[in-house]
């Protein structure tokens, strides 16, 4: 439903070159069909937004991400642009800020919602981007094992959707655990699901 509602605000002026459900198809769909501008979500099942993004990055395919999200907190959106966002548009201002955002992408400059562009400045003057963010501190292959538990994946699971062994995703679980401080899988989904990496 919220595709098919992206999709009539966008067409009149774009072409939609596809529609994926989650981080790893965007990835997949993006070097296949090469797209200008993607519009994505943070949270992505499989793989979060954010993740997928830089993995887009590695592979250097030029396209410019835009992410369209719930997420109201400014930690988001610094995330996403240090990741190289090229836009961050909260849901409830889709119909009135989507359309300019994709534009600015399209003509390489970085839209950021007015809801969030202030605290975004202000906490750039207060060094805020400095304060400790226990996601930002994670590597790629950390978030992307925990976005997996959390979406209720079994470490056999999980191995053979990253192509590793279980016994290497129990070990980055947890030496995850260890570095959050959590104590339990448990802990570690709420984690997940406090900071966005789930949906």
């Known amino acids: ?6 999709k009539s605000l966008l067409e009149e002026e774009f072409e939609l070159a596809g529609i994926v ?6 990835v997949k769909a993006a070097r296949e069909l090469r797209p200008d501008v993607i519009v994505a979500d943070i949270s992505m099942p499989l793989l979060n937004g954010i993740d997928a993004l830089v993995q887009l990055k590695q592979h250097d395919l030029g396209v410019r991400v835009v ?13 996403a642009l240090e990741a190289g966002a090229a836009g961050f548009v909260l849901k ?15 003509q390489g400059r970085t839209f950021v919602t007015p809801d969030l562009a202030s605290e975004l400045m202000l906490g750039a003057k207060q060094g805020a ?18 976005q997996l538990i959390a979406a209720g994946k079994s470490a ?11 016994r290497t995703v129990e070990d980055h679980k947890y030496r995850l655990m260890e570095q959050l401080g959590i104590e339990n899988s448990a802990e570690l989904i709420h984690f997940a699901i406090k900071h966005g990496l789930v949906p």
């Open 156 to 166: 056999k699971e999980i191995a053979a959707v990253l192509n590793l062994s279980a």
């Open 1 to 6: 439903m919220v595709a098919e509602g992206l």
């Open 21 to 26: 459900e989650d981080g790893r198809a965007m």
């Open 67 to 79: 992410f369209l999200t719930m997420h109201r907190d400014a930690a988001y959106a610094r995330r």
């Open 92 to 106: 409830h201002s889709a119909s009135a800020e989507l359309v300019l955002a994709v534009r600015a992408a399209l």
């Open 129 to 146: 981007q400095q304060q400790a963010d226990p996601v930002a501190a994670m590597t790629p292959r950390q978030r992307e094992i925990l």
